[in-house]
């Protein structure tokens, strides 16, 4: 009996572990192609469930007219892909993180959630966020590189609890074309806080400024002739 039961468990797929890939098959209308409650469009068939492991493997718009809530979203490489909402309908990335393949795209219309500690890898693609972005809790880590352009474009965001901290290498960009200033303590580059220059965010700077850097050197001057003065007396 407990042979039997011990084989009925470990036959049972482990909760949240699925991988979900959108496929959009040939053979349907545009509208059927589109939305992501239509099991046909996905590998194997059937929506995605809460927690599932979503990879989008082709080019594609995907019509969100329910909330989706996954484990993880990976864009596979050199794959474009829109997300657009029916309304206000909203995608919840978990603590599998945002995964961008080299040359991917991903403009996101839709409301994105995080709310777990998370790594977010975008390397050298593209990901916009057109649509309110939400960090409600934990921290998610930002991994972006050569020529990796993150874009932050809503006004409207809401005042973040979760923090973004964003590890860059090489030459990427970081744009807050809209960007909300009251979350700008919540965010930092490379360990260093952020402000908004122009339509982006950059470290803050830690030279001085030419006025404080004349100063200096007029002291560091004044201090030499005194030094010189006492040597000679």
Avoid: H
């Amino acid at each position: 009996m407990k042979k039997a039961l011990c084989a009925l468990m470990c036959s049972l797929p482990v909760l949240g572990s699925a991988q979900s890939v959108w496929i959009t098959p040939s053979g349907q209308t545009p509208d059927d192609a589109l939305d992501i409650s239509n099991g046909a469009n996905w590998s194997p068939t059937g929506k995605p469930v809460a927690g599932s492991q979503v990879v989008i493997g082709v080019s594609s718009a995907l019509a969100f007219d329910v909330d989706l809530s996954v484990s993880s979203l990976t864009i596979s490489e050199n794959v474009s892909t829109l997300f657009v909402p029916y309304g206000s309908e909203s995608l919840t990335i978990g603590n599998g993180g945002l995964n961008l393949g080299s040359g991917a795209s991903a403009t996101l219309d839709v409301i994105v959630l995080s709310s777990a500690n998370s790594t977010w890898n975008i390397g050298g693609a593209n990901a916009t966020f057109n649509g309110l972005l939400y960090l409600s809790s934990g921290t998610v880590s930002l991994n972006i590189s050569n020529g990796g352009s993150l874009t932050l474009a809503n006004p409207n965001n809401p005042i973040w609890t979760g923090a973004l901290a964003i590890v860059g290498t090489g030459t990427y960009s970081v744009s807050a074309t809209s960007f909300r200033p009251e979350n700008l303590d919540k965010v930092k580059i490379n360990g260093n806080t952020v402000e908004i220059k122009g339509d982006k965010l950059v470290p803050v700077s830690n030279i001085p400024e030419s006025s404080s850097a004349g100063a200096l050197a007029s002291c560091a001057a004044l201090l030499g002739t005194l030094l010189r003065r006492r040597r000679q007396a």
